[in-house]
């Protein structure tokens, strides 16, 4: 687990000493991501010039150094990642009479590429990783990223010349670089509170999408080859479903996950978990335990504020698997004194608040382990969002009625204030109201003039009904929201929700929340539920194999009731929140006042002042809870200035 960054000048002309010094700049700025090694590797002629930095976890020893020639010297690598099946693929390269040389699975990746291909060597690997390959006979760039989109790899192309790392902030660091916002992108982010590849905050400048790797030649354009296709794969296991029993899939499925966490505990350095006592951290913990013959390290967060905490059920959880377990509580204070450091290590603009205990519980994990397993992924695969549940329930409860009379439904909502949901909470004395009622009320009530289930579910999904009118002068950027083929690849409901999802939601929001927050602490983050095999299965199994009475992950729940007792993992989801909302009303309240600032607004032209005005007024009232719309502004704003003090 590393970073790395790299330059491609076109032309040719730099000299070396400056495409040295330009890519130690760039590696500089991640150093973060690998405190055990650095190194940098440049070849003028060529206008290349390889950096990368080193957090040693398989093959410690000096032979794992970076940036790697191959045997033939054809070859120069620049890799993050973790290949997990490097040892079959390094016994099928010998077994063809190829030399490996040293222990880590850096050498192994780069010795089947220089033999087998970029696409073959891709198709044979188990993992999560990007790299930049050089071939120096060619003169070509190869940039290359997993399945899933668990690792990121950002590229830009200014003229002639070509910048591409694992973070945005390397490539800015180049002198070359010049930057523009992208309005557009901007819509998306005011949107879903992240931007969703390949666009990024800045024009020119791109994502890398999950399964696919980038061609560059000396001259002419590069292009894109897609080795691995999600799309493909929710299509075929629509048409082509596992016909066996639930047994035989719930068999099929523990085996499978078996064998993803098995592979996920080689590790050179101490490893443990991230358990939240769900359904799929349980699992995780559970499977690791089975396979370890001493105590699994097991690590969580726990809120003072009962609505948002779930320390108590992962401590219950830990004590039944018999991990040795490490639990913080967090303060405001904690998670307060984060917010200014956030641009920094989400270095677009990120808005999922989850980010902030995610941080400390990396920074708490680090202190005893190098490497933490964790359960992302669980909800994607195996429909465990509330929102699939609600989109389809409303609009089978209401989607006959006429829309006029659903709108005036809504309007009525969301005059109730919130302070009233909030008295029913606490006058429950049995704790069966819905955690966090007001917040519930809220989407539902806004959802109730949708046009179809599709538009219930982005609605849903949206921080802003209508970012296209908050951002000034711009239109949506087009997502898979936009493609209306999806329907094509999944008729069910149900499964376009997943699929948005996990094409989006999961790789450019979850996926990026915890990449950014362990490597901030130089921790590396394992997602075993992300194998392809387990995802590929997923997507055959039938409905009513995830769905049952109305509750997801059915068949994963079945799985993990044979390590687990029910009672200690059923209860109401909760998700990884924390109470933006009152801290904006408190403690955050100056610092949000500052960047809401009307004259500043109407000066930087980003977001209509008005709206953005009027959202807060009405948070400050209590009648909403408008966090999730102000969040992204606020964070946006934060990242401007951040922005400010590097220019």
Not at 130 to 156: Q, S
Not at 427 to 453: F, M, R, W
Not at 467 to 489: H, K, N, Y
Request: charged fraction near 20%.
């Amino acid at each position: 687990m590393c970073g790395f960054v790299g330059i491609l000048d076109r032309t040719a002309q730099a000299t070396s000493a400056s495409l040295t010094r330009h890519v130690r700049a760039m590696s500089h700025v991640i150093d973060h991501r690998g405190p055990d090694d650095k190194g940098d590797w440049v070849e003028a002629q060529a206008g290349i010039a390889l950096g990368h930095r080193r957090l040693a976890i398989i093959g410690c020893d000096p032979s794992g150094h970076q940036p790697m020639i191959s045997n033939s010297e054809r070859f120069v690598i620049a890799y993050n990642g973790e290949v997990y099946n490097y040892q079959d693929i390094a016994a099928e390269l010998i077994q063809q009479g190829h030399i490996i040389k040293g222990g880590s699975d850096t050498a192994v990746l780069l010795e089947a590429c220089a033999v087998w291909g970029v696409e073959k060597t891709l198709a044979k690997c188990i993992g999560m990783f990007a790299f930049a390959l050089w071939d120096r006979e060619r003169r070509e760039l190869v940039l290359a990223r997993d399945r899933l989109g668990i690792k990121p790899l950002y590229w830009g192309k200014f003229g002639e010349l070509v910048l591409f790392g694992s973070t945005l902030k390397a490539l800015r660091a180049h002198t070359g670089w010049t930057e523009k916002i992208d309005r557009r992108s901007l819509v998306n982010f005011t949107r879903h509170a992240y931007i969703p590849a390949p666009h990024s905050i800045f024009e020119g400048v791109s994502k890398l999408e999950p399964g696919q790797f980038l061609t560059f030649p000396q001259i002419g354009e590069p292009t894109l080859t897609r080795y691995w296709d999600l799309r493909a794969f929710a299509a075929a296991g629509h048409q082509h479903p596992f016909v066996g029993s639930f047994d035989e899939a719930r068999n099929a499925l523990e085996t499978l996950l078996l064998d993803a966490v098995g592979k996920r505990l080689v590790s050179d350095v101490p490893l443990g978990a991230f358990l939240s006592g769900g359904v799929d951290s349980s699992t995780v913990v559970a499977l690791m335990q089975a396979q370890s013959t001493k105590p699994v390290r097991t690590f969580s967060i726990g809120f003072h504020e009962k609505q948002y905490n779930e320390a108590a059920h992962a401590k219950s959880v830990a004590a039944h698997i018999g991990t040795q377990h490490t639990e913080l509580y967090i303060t405001p204070n904690q998670a307060l004194d984060l917010i200014p450091k956030l641009s920094q290590w989400y270095d677009e603009p990120f808005a999922d608040s989850s980010q902030l205990p995610t941080l400390l519980l990396s920074e708490m994990t680090r202190r005893d382990v190098t490497v933490s397993l964790s359960g992302d992924g669980g909800d994607e695969l195996f429909a465990g969002y509330n929102r699939y549940f609600w989109a389809t329930r409303i609009w089978s409860a209401a989607g006959h009625l006429p829309r006029n009379l659903r709108t005036m439904l809504g309007a009525g909502l969301r005059a109730v204030p919130r302070g009233v949901w909030d008295a029913i909470t606490k006058l429950d004395p049995v704790g069966k109201t819905p955690k966090q009622l007001s917040n519930k009320v809220q989407k539902i009530a806004e959802v109730l003039s949708a046009t179809s289930v599709d538009d219930v579910y982005l609605r849903l999904i949206s921080q802003w009904p209508n970012p296209g009118a908050v951002v000034m002068g711009a239109s949506e950027q087009p997502t898979w929201l936009q493609d209306s083929t999806l329907i094509q690849d999944r008729p069910d409901a149900v499964g376009r929700m997943r699929l948005l999802d996990m094409g989006m939601y999961l790789p450019d929001d979850i996926l990026t929340k915890v990449d950014r927050a362990s490597m901030a602490f130089s921790l590396e983050a394992r997602v075993p539920l992300l194998d392809h095999r387990v995802v590929e299965f997923a997507w055959t199994l039938p409905q009513n194999y995830l769905i049952r009475d109305g509750v997801g992950k059915n068949i994963l729940r079945e799985v993990l009731y044979k390590y687990v007792p029910k009672n200690l993992i059923e209860r109401p989801k909760m998700g990884f929140g924390v109470p933006i909302g009152s801290w904006l009303r408190g403690p955050l309240r100056p610092w949000a006042e500052e960047l809401l600032d009307e004259r500043r607004l109407r000066e930087e032209g980003y977001f209509d002042p008005t709206q953005i005005r009027n959202a807060w007024c009405v948070h400050l009232s209590g009648v909403q809870n408008m966090q999730y719309a102000l969040w992204p502004i606020l964070i946006f704003q934060s990242w401007l200035d951040e922005g400010r003090g590097m220019a």
